[in-house]
């Protein structure tokens, strides 16, 4: 499966600000059943210094720094990608009970295997719903499956464009956005000894129609299969249908963008997102006036 991606996000400010460096995320994963076969930034106002990065967790990043003084501040990706990952259970399971045996890796696992301190109420509501689950599902590809399938049924869908996620407990009580779901499910699995992250990236457009936007779902750790990823939001464990661009421990990490001004100013900001699956021209072989 092949997709295009344009995605271009619009800052607005009130009055001239000065930008700080700013961190982009926006260069697809490249390998593990996905392909980048393009990724380019079209930056304005023009950047007088970049550099590509991997950060501390192997996520391709490009930081930019500016001079002088604007009042907007516009960013288009232009990606194409290709996923060749069909079957999303495509390895040799080694680990068949709980709680799983992470050998070596197991200390380098340790920051996606803790709870978010002070997010955890009293009773715990989320640390009962994953027993209970895996009572029923002692083996760890079945708890999975079974903790993305409750997720779904039970956490109405909620949009929301901007703000933090919310508390895992406040999702599993009124439901939410696909980050909060994806919050939801790394808690549950993270009180059943699993290393689970926050993935950001793209998917298909919605099948009931809507506009498409930027997407998060959850990863986690499995000994014979390494990171496999899992949507609550839709349902499904994940194969030929998303695009990875980022993933974290940390939510705030797999932001597209980040980064501040300095400046009295308000900020309005507005997006711009079209996907498609196609095996045609890509977005990136037509030409920009703003490449750089």
Excluded at 226 to 236: C, E, H, I, N, Q
């Amino acid at each position: 499966m092949r997709f295009n991606v344009r995605h271009t996000t619009r800052y607005r400010y009130s009055s001239p600000v000065t930008l700080g460096p700013q961190t982009l995320r926006f260069r697809p994963r490249d390998g593990a059943g996905q392909r980048c076969i393009a990724h380019t930034l079209s930056i304005d106002p023009q950047p007088v210094g970049r550099t590509e990065q991997l950060d501390a967790e192997g996520n391709s990043t490009e930081v930019v720094w500016f001079s002088g003084q604007t009042d907007h501040l516009r960013i288009t990706a232009l990606l194409t990608v290709e996923i060749v990952r069909e079957n999303p259970f495509d390895f040799l399971v080694e680990s068949r009970e709980m709680p799983v045996d992470y050998g070596d890796f197991g200390p380098l696992l340790i920051p996606s295997m803790a709870r978010v301190p002070g997010k955890i109420p009293a009773g715990d509501p989320v640390a009962k719903m994953a027993a209970q689950l895996a009572e029923a599902n002692p083996e760890p590809g079945n708890f999975l499956i079974a903790l993305n399938n409750e997720i779904h049924r039970r956490c109405p869908v909620r949009y929301r464009e901007t703000g933090e996620p919310f508390t895992p407990a406040e999702v599993l009580e009124g439901g939410g956005a696909c980050r909060d779901l994806a919050v939801l499910f790394i808690d549950a699995a993270r009180t059943q000894d699993l290393a689970c992250r926050f993935v950001s990236g793209y998917t298909s457009p919605p099948e009931a129609g809507g506009e498409p936007e930027l997407h998060a779902w959850a990863e986690v750790f499995l000994p014979g299969g390494g990171w496999r990823a899992f949507d609550p939001t839709r349902g499904l464990a994940v194969a030929d249908r998303h695009v990875t661009v980022t993933a974290s421990a940390d939510p705030q990490f797999c932001m597209p963008i980040s980064g501040g001004y300095s400046g009295q100013a308000e900020t309005e900001i507005d997006f711009d997102l079209d996907v498609v699956m196609t095996e045609g021209v890509s977005y990136s072989q037509q030409p920009s006036q703003n490449q750089q």
